[in-house]
């Protein structure tokens, strides 16, 4: 099947500092990647929608300018936690889309201490 | 998209089939029928999706009614590895960038030895 890295796997970072996280489609090209978050016990949450070369659709009650979003090829979209604090600690999973179907990332953790 | 109601968690002996219900009696005609499997501390994984006739593949069955208001996965012969949280989701195929799967609670599959 259709498979989505994400790097790092897991990251601890110090409040107020920046947390990069890379999704890559490795043998597919994805035009359209998809952000979610996952906290302890919850269930999967959509965050925003990355679309290749074109702004990012986020999802109501995300902070635009706090999750930053960049796509800028068909294999790499990335989310940046600017500024981060330890409530954005939590699961961030990235999927694309391949001929109708959602594939997902293994993840990554970030606790922000 | 319809909502789905699924028994929040299963047991199943290893080596018999887990049978996992999901009822979705508000699906319109065009609603597909997805399911994803959790593992836990891992990014969701596709395992099947249908519209109406029954689909099958390496992983799984899914046996959709005729009304199509509930739906059945099948794991013919579960294992260990198939402990995880079972997400079914009926969603609108639209694709590109109107793609968003709405993740419910689900249901958490044991299986045990």
């Known amino acids: 099947g259709a498979v989505v890295s994400q790097h790092p796997s897991w990251v601890i970072c110090k409040s107020g500092t920046s947390v990069k996280i890379e999704c890559r489609s490795l043998?597919?090209?994805?035009?359209?990647m998809f952000w979610y978050r996952q906290f302890p016990k919850q269930s999967l949450m959509l965050m925003a929608t990355?679309?290749?070369?074109?702004?990012?659709?986020?999802e109501q009650g995300v902070e635009k300018d706090k999750f930053l979003i960049n796509h800028a090829s068909l294999t790499l979209s990335t989310l940046t936690v600017t500024s981060a604090h330890p409530e954005d600690s939590s699961f961030y999973i990235c999927?694309?889309?391949?001929?109708?179907?959602?594939?997902f990332g293994p993840g990554t953790r970030l606790t922000v201490l | 998209d319809a909502k789905t109601t699924q028994p929040p968690s299963m047991d199943c002996a290893e080596g018999r089939a887990a049978n996992l219900p999901c009822n979705h009696s508000?699906?319109?005609?065009?609603?597909?029928v997805y399911w994803y499997r959790q593992i836990h501390s891992q990014g969701p994984q596709y395992i099947i999706h249908?519209?109406?006739n029954n689909e099958t593949n390496e992983m799984a069955s899914l046996i959709i009614t005729e009304d199509r208001k509930s739906s059945t996965l099948i794991l013919p012969h579960a294992t260990l590895r198939d402990t995880a949280v079972y997400y079914c989701?009926?969603?609108?195929?639209?694709?590109?960038?109107?793609?968003?799967?709405?993740f419910g609670k689900g249901t958490l599959l044991t299986v045990n030895p």
């Open positions: 508000t699906i319109s005609g065009n609603e597909y």
């Open positions: 043998d597919f090209q994805a035009t359209t």
């Open positions: 989701i009926v969603r609108f195929d639209s694709g590109g960038s109107n793609y968003k799967l709405t």
């Open positions: 990355s679309n290749e070369g074109s702004k990012a659709t986020y």
């Open positions: 249908g519209l109406k």
């Open positions: 999927s694309a889309l391949r001929q109708g179907a959602k594939f």
